[in-house]
């Protein structure tokens, strides 16, 4: 089996620096649809965080759950749809399947940590579970929050998904169905949500969350 | 709403989530060289349409994204039970009330042995 065994993979910073500014999967929106600025009548706020190192993990929990503790400090969300936070509350580590993970880190970060991955992971290609894969997947995908009274009430018109507290708990991201499209649905604290969205699906999802966040008075921060 | 329960996922998630992806526990002939036309035809083209208990595969589609297995009763459209790849089903054409679990068949085994050591 040792000819299948993954020696090496193509390691590349994503996000270069060059002249040729990157740009959020919404810019083009914000330039078409515009802003709605955020009043004290807003009931829903909006806020992207563009530019986020965005990691899938794959592989065995057990082999990941050693290299993220030791290159992050933080543990592996062994169950299902679990999410957990580091203190900062910046870097991020969410459960999609039995054998896949999401960690979220601030942008830049991701290029640094991949490298330390793959070489807290180096020895785990000595042992019988070999098998693992780093993807960044920063470029194809963003992070919007939302945060007010009224974020529940637009949540329910969007998804079939139970978002009641108590079938969504804190530290709780599932992957689901929203607006006839999907996207990964988060809840890192009491009174905010996320929502990581494809970028082929920014425009649209954005769109559908400023006309039902209308009747909230929904706002946008810069 | 029609929820289906996802034996990774570990929880009931809306059906528009989920795809039918055929029957399920198809094997494909251990060595495709020496079987016969026949044989690898029925693998590749022919599949039950029973009236009853169908077991299907299924994938969730929004979500996981892991195949799974679902019993399903073909007349009254019922979902008797999902389960994991790799498992057995417990309802079965045999057993349509659902096979006696692991421990009413360790304790029917007990009770045989201890009536075979009265015999």
Not at chain 1, 55 to 62: K, N, Q, V
Request: hydrophobic share 35%; with cysteine; proline share 6%.
């Amino acid at each position: 089996m040792s000819d299948h065994t993954l020696t090496c993979a193509n390691v590349y910073d994503a996000r270069p620096a060059t002249e040729v500014p990157a740009e959020s999967p919404l810019a083009w929106s914000y330039q078409n649809t515009g802003r709605p600025s955020v009043s004290e009548k807003s009931r829903v706020v909006l806020r992207e965080r563009a530019m986020l190192g965005h990691l899938i993990l794959r592989g065995g929990a057990i082999v990941l759950d050693d290299a993220v503790r030791q290159v992050l400090g933080l543990q592996l969300p062994g169950r299902p749809n679990a999410l957990s936070h580091d203190e900062s509350g910046e870097r991020s580590i969410q459960w999609l399947s039995p054998d896949e993970w999401l960690l979220i880190v601030p942008g830049g970060e991701e290029f640094e940590l991949e490298q330390r991955l793959r070489d807290a992971l180096g020895d785990a290609r000595d042992t019988a579970v070999k098998n693992y894969a780093i993807v960044n997947v920063g470029g194809g995908q963003t992070l919007v929050e939302l945060e007010g009274e009224c974020v529940r009430e637009l949540l329910m018109k969007s998804t079939p998904y139970d978002v009641h507290p108590d079938a969504f708990p804190v530290g709780k991201g599932v992957t689901t169905v929203f607006a006839k499209s999907n996207l990964i649905l988060r809840r890192p604290t009491e009174d905010r949500w996320e929502l990581v969205l494809r970028r082929s699906f920014a425009d649209y999802l954005y769109r559908w969350l400023l006309d039902a966040g209308a009747e909230y008075a929904i706002g946008v921060e810069a | 709403m029609f929820h289906i329960y996802c034996p990774y996922c570990e929880e009931l998630r809306e059906e528009e989530e989920f795809h039918p992806k055929g029957q399920a526990h198809i094997a494909r002939p251990t060595d495709p060289d020496t079987c016969s036309d026949e044989a690898w035809g029925d693998y590749l083209f022919f599949r039950d349409n029973p009236r009853g208990i169908h077991h299907e595969l299924w994938v969730h589609a929004v979500g996981c994204r892991k195949f799974f297995n679902i019993t399903r009763n073909t007349v009254s459209y019922e979902i008797l039970e999902t389960y994991k790849i790799g498992e057995e089903p417990r309802f079965t054409a045999e057993h349509p009330a659902g096979k006696p679990t692991e421990q009413a068949a360790a304790e029917a085994e007990a009770v045989a042995r201890q009536e075979g050591v009265k015999a």
